[in-house]
């Protein structure tokens, strides 16, 4: 029996299916194979990110009326907007993370941050103590648009994002570095707290 754990190739926000665009040459082909897999399924995908835009799913955590989507190593700005463009993400509000230090460990927004329920959420220690100015120091921006309506509109930018978190009312339980080397915060949230995560974690 062999597992294929699809991630990053595609995610599924409330509108449908989108195929993402991997950052790395090596892996372009995985988003072709999965779309694939979603044609012998029946599932015609809604959107798939073209041209110089970037997005692969680790950075995409849907979350009721909210997502947020990392940008900085393997998402970029212009995924972001093709998305938001074609009004493809189904949610009102959305949350782009900004990752500053573009680091290859926490490649992804689900490597440093991650969601168990409305209430409660992950955080690597360096990230959720980091100052202003440093690289680990994550910002964010917020679009918001009213409900039943197509277009985004930037809300508020360059907001620290732990302080963003805290407002919302939800807990967050630090990621120590042993941890986080053995992938402790790469976990799928599958029910409200209730994980799927890499063994002996």
Same mark, same amino acid.
């Given at each position: 029996?062999? /597992? ?12 449908? %299916? ?16 999965? $779309? /694939? ?47 938001? $463009? ?13 990752? %500053? *230090? ?5 490649? %992804? ?40 309506? *197509? ?10 994002? /732990? ?14 570095? $042993?941890? $986080? ?21």
């Amino acid at each position: 029996l062999v /597992v294929y754990f699809t991630r990053d190739q595609s995610i599924t926000t409330p509108r449908g %299916h989108i195929i993402c665009r991997m950052n790395s040459s090596q892996r372009a082909v995985e988003t072709e194979v999965i $779309e /694939v897999c979603y044609q012998h399924l029946g599932a015609q995908p809604i959107l798939r990110i073209e041209g110089d835009g970037r997005l692969e799913g680790g950075d995409y955590i849907p979350a009721g009326t909210i997502a947020f989507i990392g940008c900085g190593r393997r998402t970029n700005d212009e995924g972001i907007r093709q998305i938001m $463009e074609a009004d493809a993400f189904g949610h009102d509000t959305i949350v782009v993370v900004r990752d %500053h *230090k573009r680091w290859q460990m926490q490649m %992804h927004l689900d490597t440093h941050f991650n969601i168990i329920d409305r209430d409660l959420c992950t955080m690597v220690r360096s990230r959720l103590e980091a100052q202003p100015g440093e690289p680990e120091y994550n910002t964010c921006d917020i679009y918001v648009r009213a409900p039943g309506e *197509k277009e985004y509109r930037l809300w508020l930018s360059n907001l620290p994002f /732990v302080e963003f978190i805290c407002t919302r009312g939800m807990q967050i339980i630090p990621i120590d570095e $042993e941890d $986080e080397l053995h992938y402790a915060n790469n976990f799928l949230t599958i029910a409200p707290r209730h994980i799927m995560a890499v063994g002996g974690q």
